[in-house]
């Protein structure tokens, strides 16, 4: 099947690339700049140029295409405005990617996050909460998804709060580079909260099985490490930076203060039963081994 993939060039999106060219699946890749059409190039794919807000460019890449998958988001995470314009930008490109696939019944996959559920697990059939910083972007999934009854396959894959490789990426990474940019690995609330987590590379595995099996209209849960303790995270962080490990107030942490300050742990069982997906990469307090000083 050849596939248009946004985002191919990102922390998830280069393993999900490699992926797919390893199973057979030609990709076009999105590209924004030359040095990402040259990173594609070099991974085997084809390229298309052109930007999120390019939604002409979007429709021709689906066109080209017998399955999409939408990783692309610019990480805009300093303030709310900027959040919420980043939001805005997906919501837009999705629903031009979406319009396009129309009766055809094909397939796009879309990213979401795993939602949070008070005093337990959430899981594959718990809905997307519609309050917060992210709400946006819950509703334009939810709009997606949608399409399933207008003759396309669609499913979300959602994703933990860290998705890493390398000891980086996601709510993880963004605690390591504050940690780095003010000198104290810092948390939000007690620490006793929980994150969950995936591997990119079995992230990436799951993907190409929801593109290639999942019915129309499925949510699936992408979590290897069902919670982390935010404490953890942040006392590993700490001592591979060689800095004091410290709560701080959730506000240092921007729009996404709230959400990091929650007890969120996600759980997979559905997902690697029916798909028979196993995650067998690092887990995240293994993987943020891998940080540098
Ligand atoms: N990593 C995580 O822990 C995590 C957790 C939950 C959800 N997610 C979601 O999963 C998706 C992928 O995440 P990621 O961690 O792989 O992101 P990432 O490493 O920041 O990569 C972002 C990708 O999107 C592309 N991109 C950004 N803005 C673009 C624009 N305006 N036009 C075209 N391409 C653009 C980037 O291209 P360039 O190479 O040109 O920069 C890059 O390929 C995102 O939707 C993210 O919100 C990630």
């Known amino acids: 099947m050849r596939v248009f993939v946004t985002g191919g060039t990102g922390t998830i999106g280069t393993p999900v690339v490699a992926e797919l060219l390893n199973s057979g699946?030609?990709?076009l890749g999105l590209a924004r700049s030359e040095s990402s059409a040259q990173t594609l190039k070099?991974?085997?794919?084809?390229?298309?140029?052109?930007e999120l807000t390019d939604l002409d460019?979007?429709?021709a890449g689906v066109a080209q295409s017998e399955?999409?998958?939408?990783?692309?988001?610019?990480?805009?995470?300093?303030t709310p405005e900027g959040l919420a314009a980043a939001i805005t930008e997906e919501s837009s490109a999705m629903a031009a990617m979406g319009e396009e696939l129309i009766g055809s019944d094909r397939s796009i996959v879309i990213t979401s996050g795993t939602p949070w559920v008070a005093g337990r697990a959430s899981t594959e059939q718990d809905p997307l909460p519609l309050v917060g910083p992210v709400a946006g972007r819950a509703q334009s999934v939810n709009a997606l998804l949608g399409l399933a009854s207008r003759g396309v396959r669609t499913a979300a894959v959602r994703l933990p709060r860290t998705v890493h490789n390398e000891g980086k990426g996601g709510f993880a990474g963004l605690l390591a580079e504050q940690a780095r940019r003010t000198g104290a690995a810092g948390y939000p609330g007690d620490g006793t909260?929980?994150?969950?987590?995936?591997?990119?590379?079995?992230?990436?595995?799951?993907?190409?099985?929801?593109l290639e099996s999942a019915p129309p209209r499925t949510a699936w849960h992408a979590v290897a490490d069902e919670g982390d303790m935010v404490l953890d995270i942040a006392t590993v962080v700490g001592r591979r930076?060689?800095?004091?490990?410290?709560?701080?107030?959730?506000?240092?942490?921007?729009?996404f203060g709230p959400i990091f300050a929650m007890d969120q742990p996600a759980s997979s069982a559905h997902t690697r039963v029916t798909l028979?997906?196993?995650p067998t990469h690092p887990s995240l307090l293994e993987d943020l081994e891998n940080i540098q000083p």
Request: proline share 8%; hydrophobic share 50%.
């Open 25 to 27: 699946h030609p990709v």
């Open 42 to 50: 070099h991974a085997g794919a084809e390229v298309l140029r052109g």
């Open 57 to 59: 460019v979007l429709r």
């Open 67 to 78: 399955g999409v998958i939408s990783l692309a988001f610019s990480p805009n995470y300093d």
């Open 193 to 210: 909260q929980r994150w969950p987590a995936v591997h990119a590379l079995d992230a990436a595995v799951l993907f190409r099985l929801v």
């Open 241 to 255: 930076l060689g800095l004091r490990v410290q709560s701080v107030p959730q506000e240092n942490f921007g729009p």
């Open 276 to 278: 028979r997906w196993q």
